[in-house]
């Protein structure tokens, strides 16, 4: 078992930056890969970005491309979402996800076997 809990989340104004954190605790040796996923409100659960955990290897949503970034840090089991130019429609629940077997991919949330409690990301104008 993997446990995943997010952090960082806040109410920020639009063009700025946060950072969120997603620490993994329990069995995270068996990780694949680590994925990030929101969810604004009347809206279904969308792709954000993934990474590999024990290779090299980042995937975007179109959305946010250019505008935020995945990066790990393995030493402390950690996965970043660093989240720059943030705008009103970045608005969401922001899910840490993990992959630890089976079927993957980077941006279909149904092969991610974990899943953290979720933060809340308000960006206002």
């Known amino acids: 078992q993997v446990h995943l809990v997010e952090s960082g989340g806040g109410s920020v104004q639009a063009d700025d930056s946060l950072r969120l954190s997603c620490t993994a605790s329990?069995?995270?040796?068996?990780?694949?890969?680590l994925g990030w996923f929101r969810q604004a409100p009347g809206r279904e659960r969308e792709f954000v970005a993934a990474i590999y955990w024990s290779r090299s290897g980042t995937f975007y949503a179109d959305s946010v491309k250019g505008r935020f970034t995945i990066a790990k840090d393995e030493t402390k089991n950690v996965v970043y979402l660093e989240m720059n130019n943030l705008e009103p429609a970045d608005t969401a629940v922001y899910y840490c996800?993990?992959?630890?077997?089976?079927?993957?991919?980077?941006?279909?949330?149904?092969?991610?076997?974990?899943w953290g409690q979720g933060t809340q990301v308000t960006v206002s104008t």
């Open positions: 996800a993990g992959h630890a077997g089976g079927f993957y991919y980077y941006s279909a949330s149904q092969t991610y076997n974990y």
């Open positions: 329990g069995e995270a040796y068996d990780l694949y890969a």
